[in-house]
């Protein structure tokens, strides 16, 4: 009765039948957050402030939330424009409510985003790097690709949905496409990480067919699960 969500979705549909009434907003029924009501498709350079925005509200914790909103900008327009990599968004009435990322070669899109973008990346996160331990963590993601070993290059970067699409099938539509387009680009296998303790995405990947295939330490000691999907040329697990 006094789930988070639905009193998000109340918020929303009074404001937006206030914005009706001053003639802000055109005047449609709010309909219940689903997938059925979601557009997914492939995320232009202009989505990449909506991207950032989730990426930061929906892994606050993560390491690349701690380089700013300017950073992640830049990273997820470099994805967007990368041939080698997947960005997808789920769009209801014209606002994007999920994103979902992937590399047919972790290695590979570094690289290109630091010859390419690194310069300005720099400046964009410089206020944080002043800090030593950030510092220290984004030479120790920089170093991850290589200390991946025999694990897939390809991987699924990140997955963010609003709070009120969370539990309506947007991020399993969003993770589909991205493994389906990874497979289209030739990626046999394709890992995903997530911290140890983050059970909830451990269950939810797991629901998608991935394995737990290892354990990995990559900022000063932070143990995260590798999980690992397999896929046939048809794109199935």
């Given at each position: 009765r006094f789930d988070e969500r639905r009193v998000l979705e109340a918020v929303v549909e009074a404001t937006r039948s206030v914005l009706a009434q001053a003639g802000r907003y055109p005047s449609v029924p709010f309909a219940t957050p689903s997938a059925r009501s979601t557009v997914v498709r492939p995320a232009?350079?202009?989505?990449a402030r909506a991207m950032a925005r989730l990426h930061r509200?929906?892994?606050?914790?993560?390491?690349?939330?701690?380089?700013?909103?300017?950073f992640l900008r830049r990273l997820y327009r470099a994805l967007s424009g990368d041939p080698r990599a997947v960005t997808l968004v789920a769009e209801r009435d014209s606002m994007v409510v999920g994103f979902a990322a992937g590399t047919r070669s972790v290695s590979g899109s570094y690289r290109r985003?630091?010859?390419r973008d690194g310069v300005g990346g720099f400046i964009a996160a410089a206020p944080r790097l002043v800090r030593p331990s950030v510092l220290r963590r984004v030479l120790e993601t920089a170093r991850y690709p290589r200390r991946?070993?025999?694990?897939?290059?390809?991987?699924?970067?990140?997955?963010?949905?609003?709070?009120?699409w969370r539990s309506t099938g947007v991020g399993r539509a969003l993770a589909d496409g991205v493994l389906d387009e990874l497979t289209r680009l030739g990626a046999p296998a394709v890992k995903v990480v997530v911290h140890v303790e983050n059970e909830d995405a451990v269950r939810?990947?797991?629901r998608l067919g991935f394995r737990p295939a290892a354990r990995i330490a990559i900022h000063n000691?932070?143990?995260?699960?590798?999980l690992v999907i397999e896929r046939n040329h048809r794109g199935h697990a």
């Open positions: 232009r350079r202009k989505d509200e929906s892994l606050p914790d993560s390491f690349l939330s701690t380089l700013g909103d300017g985003f630091l010859l991946a070993g025999q694990l897939p290059d390809s991987e699924l970067l990140a997955i963010a949905v609003e709070d009120a939810f990947y797991q000691g932070e143990v995260s699960n590798v």
